[in-house]
């Protein structure tokens, strides 16, 4: 079974442009978290898919994070415009049933984004 | 809101011998998860352990073992006969009983010593 996918697995930009992360979740898991890690500090939830629906987006820092979830399948993440402090590891996870007790959150590898 | 607090930026550990990680964190909740999670310098992060609040056994994955102390919000991850595989950053978190989302500590890296 494939696990967790994610695109790019670097990407360095530079401040005011716009980047685009991908995430590809285990097939048939119906949620989907996007996290960040910045430099040194505790990962961070950013927000919750449920198919193609945001269940809770409260960690989202702004409006320049933009999350989408077409199909209910893949997840993109698009940030515009990058400003330095957006650097960080973004890390998607996935899982098939929330809040069951033997739920469990599985991760990509995350994208390591560098803003100039 | 939860915090997850790992007090332990690095560690260090000789092969064959044991290493305890050590975990706290802050809660209102009665009923949540903890979770250990492994991440190699491959960067794919893997789960280690988990352990159910409401469970009073110590959970167990062969080599890897929790100490588990409700009362003092601790959760602390014991690898017995360290291994070079075992070289990674280790993320300590918490999914309470009232969302999905995880709250994880800082992370502390292990280096295993040959």
């Known amino acids: 079974e494939a696990g967790v996918t994610q695109f790019p697995s670097h990407s360095v930009i530079e401040k005011g442009q716009t980047v685009t992360l991908r995430c590809d979740p285990i097939?048939?898991?119906?949620?989907l978290y996007w996290y960040r890690r910045v430099m040194g500090k505790e990962i961070k939830f950013l927000l919750h898919?449920?198919?193609?629906?945001?269940?809770?987006e409260s960690g989202m820092p702004n409006n320049r994070f933009l999350a989408e979830r077409t199909g209910g399948t893949y997840s993109t993440l698009k940030v515009q415009p990058a400003e330095l402090e957006d650097s960080g590891v973004y890390f998607c996870?996935?899982?098939?049933?929330?809040?069951?007790?033997?739920?469990?959150?599985?991760f990509g590898p995350g994208t390591r984004l560098t803003v100039l | 809101a939860q915090t997850v607090t790992q007090s332990q930026p690095e560690m260090s550990v000789q092969e064959a011998e044991t290493v305890t990680l050590s975990c706290t964190y802050d809660?209102?909740?009665?009923?949540?998860?903890l979770f250990w999670y492994k991440q190699p310098p491959s960067r794919q992060m893997i789960l280690v352990i988990r352990?159910?609040?409401?469970?009073?056994q110590n959970a167990t994955e062969n080599r890897f073992s929790v100490n588990f102390q409700k009362a003092a919000k601790s959760f602390s991850l014991k690898i017995s006969d360290s291994q070079l595989g075992d070289a990674a950053m280790y993320f300590c978190?918490?999914?309470?009983?009232?969302?999905?989302?995880?709250?994880f500590g800082t992370g502390t890296s292990l280096t295993v010593i040959p």
């Open positions: 996870a996935s899982s098939q049933v929330a809040r069951a007790t033997t739920d469990t959150q599985y």
């Open positions: 097939s048939g898991h119906d949620n």
């Open positions: 898919f449920v198919k193609e629906s945001k269940q809770d």
């Open positions: 809660t209102s909740e009665s009923d949540y998860y």
């Open positions: 352990q159910e609040a409401y469970k009073q």
């Open positions: 978190a918490y999914r309470g009983n009232t969302g999905n989302q995880f709250y």
